[in-house]
């Protein structure tokens, strides 16, 4: 079984930062992209960043210049460096992850997704 657990998430006045982090666990051969969502309520959940096992990294419009994504292939865990922050950018963000997996002898393709933390900006 393969677990993403989130951390970093809060509460944050506009124009401030914060450092998401993600960390991937359990019997995993290897982790493709990895990557970010953020769902606003009463809205659909979106991209906000992905980066790629060789640190290829793309970013949605709303956050270039911003939000800096990276990753720790040795620690199989993903950043996200969040600064000027606005109201906007409120919402649960998920993290995302694909990858492969040992089950038995055999290797598997998995999506897998985090449970979520809330960021909130507000003054």
């Known amino acids: 079984q393969v677990q993403l657990v989130e951390s970093g998430g809060g509460l944050v006045q506009p124009g401030g930062s914060l450092r998401l982090s993600c960390a991937a666990s359990g019997n995993i051969v290897s982790i493709n992209a990895m990557g970010w969502y953020r769902q606003a309520p009463g809205k659909q959940r979106e991209l906000v960043a992905t980066?790629?096992?060789?640190?290829?990294?793309n970013y949605a419009d709303s956050v270039k210049g911003r939000f800096t994504i990276s990753r720790d292939n040795a620690k199989n865990t993903v950043y996200l460096q969040m600064t000027s922050l606005k109201p906007e950018d409120t919402a649960v963000y998920y993290c995302?992850?694909?990858?492969?997996?040992?089950?038995?002898?055999?290797?598997?393709?998995?999506?897998?997704w985090g449970q979520g933390t809330l960021v909130t900006v507000s003054s």
């Open positions: 980066v790629t096992s060789g640190g290829s990294t």
């Open positions: 995302n992850a694909n990858l492969w997996v040992l089950v038995g002898l055999n290797r598997r393709h998995l999506e897998v």
